[in-house]
Structures are given as C-alpha cells and as structure tokens.
C-alpha cells in the first residue's frame, strides 16, 4: 500500500517539496513524514499543514492527490520507488533523479526531468519549456534515463543533454536538442524552428507529418531503415508509449549536423516518396 499526500491548500504562492522522495519516507514515521518541512514562498512549515498523510511508507511509493500544479520539485532527486501525481504538477519534476518511476497523470509545468541521471518519468499530459535540460550555468543535462511526454511540450527540450531517451507524443517547441552533446529525442508530432542548434552529437527523430525546415549546417547523407530506430521504438513502446506500429518498418532521410559545432549529430525525418 502507497503512502498518499492529499494537497488541501488554497494558495497561489509557490509550495516546494525538494526532498521528500520515497527513498527518504520508507524509512520513516507517519508522524516524521507529517514534519517533514517544505517552503511556502520563502517560509518554511511543516509537510502537515498543506498535505494530509496517510497509508504505508514501507512500500517506498507515493501517491500525490489534488492540483499541485503550483507545487514544485515533486520526486526530486529520488533513487527508487515510485510516484504517482492524479493530477496535474508544478515546475522540476524528478529534477535530478537517479532511479525509480515517477508518473505524472495530468499536465507537469517546466524543467522535468532536468539534469535527470537514471529513472523513467511518464508525463501522460503535456509538459512545459526545458524538459530534461541543464540548469542554466550547467554543462550537461540529462545523462541518463527515459522522459515519455504523451502530450506536447515546449522549447528547449533535451538541452545540453549527454544521455537518456526523451519521447515526446504530440509537438515540440522551439530549439529541440539545443546544444545537444549526445542521447536521443523523438517527436511525433510538429516541431519548432532550429531542431538539434549546435548540436555535437545525438539522434532526434522527428516523425511528425510536417518535417520543419533545417539549419543549412546540417547535410542530407542517405536514405535507410536503421535497425536502431526499430530498437528505440520497441524500447518506447514496452514502456507504455503510444505509437503507430507502421514505424517499425518506415524508411528515413538522415541529415548529418550542426557543422558548425562537432557535426556528427543526426536528424531524421520520416521518408516520403515524391509524386
């Protein structure tokens, strides 16, 4: 049985939760786990006074339940477990974690899964600007682990990112795979303006209907039907993405690029047959 957090608070001031991670509750009391002290705005308090606790922290899975999507950084930094938000959440979720599940039901705000290590986030929304990017000032982002976004989500995606997978169902922003060093994105619906901008390294397969158009420092190589494509695809789909299983055996137009960086990242649109 999860320990569930019930969020009962009616503010607009931002609530963080940095910390408190199944990891850190299984080991803990109901009683430690309700003094648990998280910021509401600058102040702190205890955990009590905006969540009701209740059920088993033994089984190292929380269930969070209420809107918190004004509360931030749920499931940061977790190492295992799991944890489910029934509903929507706020900015940084499993920002740097390193292992276990973290679901999201609804819609999740910016930076998820930033400077992520290891793990699997399942957003079954939308998710907001710089998901599994580097903090500003950082030099790398994710170095490992998976992002699902079912939904949209917004520029920036995979920023400075050196390892992991990043799967993203409806469209993308702008700048996907910005200054990427390595790892692979897909999107399965539009994508923004300057896809993989100085990227060194890295894989972004964009299957969208509507390819957007390159930087000119990116060069067509050829066109295949990569067996690593088909082990990506597989790999998202036994986790529990949604996808068109036409893919499986779809041709692809590889670009090589960004040239004016290393140039040995690549972009790949979905082969269409020209009447």
């Known amino acids: 049985m999860a320990i569930t957090l019930t969020y009962n608070a009616e503010t607009t001031v ?11 509750v299984c080991e803990k ?6 003094r648990f002290e998280i910021f509401h705005g600058n102040r702190r308090i205890p955990l009590a006074e905006m969540f009701a606790v209740s059920g088993d922290p033994t ?41 276990g599940r973290i679901i999201v039901e609804g819609n999740a705000a910016g930076w ?5 290590r290891k793990g699997l986030i399942h957003i079954r929304g939308n998710a907001g600007h710089l998901t599994g990017a ?46 990427m060093i390595a790892g692979t994105i897909a999107v399965f619906g539009e994508c923004g303006i300057r896809p993989g901008a100085g990227m060194r390294r890295g894989t972004l397969a964009l299957f969208g209907p509507n390819p957007p158009q390159l930087l000119p420092s990116f060069r ?41 960086s290393v140039g040995r990242g690549e972009i790949l649109f979905l082969h269409r047959e020209v009447a």
Request: glycine share 16%.
């Open 112 to 116: 998820v899964g930033a400077e992520m």
């Open 29 to 34: 009391s109901l009683a430690e786990i309700e």
């Open 134 to 179: 580097a903090y500003r000032g950082s030099t790398k982002g994710m170095t490992g682990g998976t992002i699902l976004v079912d939904g949209n989500a917004g520029n920036e995606v995979g920023l400075t990112m050196r390892r992991g997978l990043i799967a993203i169902g409806g469209s993308a922003g702008d700048m996907l795979g910005f200054n």
């Open 14 to 24: 931002p609530v963080e939760i940095e910390g408190l991670t199944p990891d850190w």
């Open 220 to 260: 067509f190589a050829s066109t295949y039907r990569p067996q690593a494509v088909r082990l990506m695809l597989r790999t998202l789909k036994d986790a529990g993405f949604s996808l068109d299983p036409a893919l499986l055996e779809a041709s692809v137009d590889l670009y090589h690029g960004d040239l004016v």
């Open 59 to 99: 089984d190292a899975a929380m269930d969070f339940v209420g809107n918190l999507s004004g509360v931030h950084w749920i499931g940061a930094h977790m190492k295992k477990g799991l944890v489910r938000v029934l509903g929507n959440a706020g900015r940084h979720v499993g920002s740097q974690m390193a292992g």
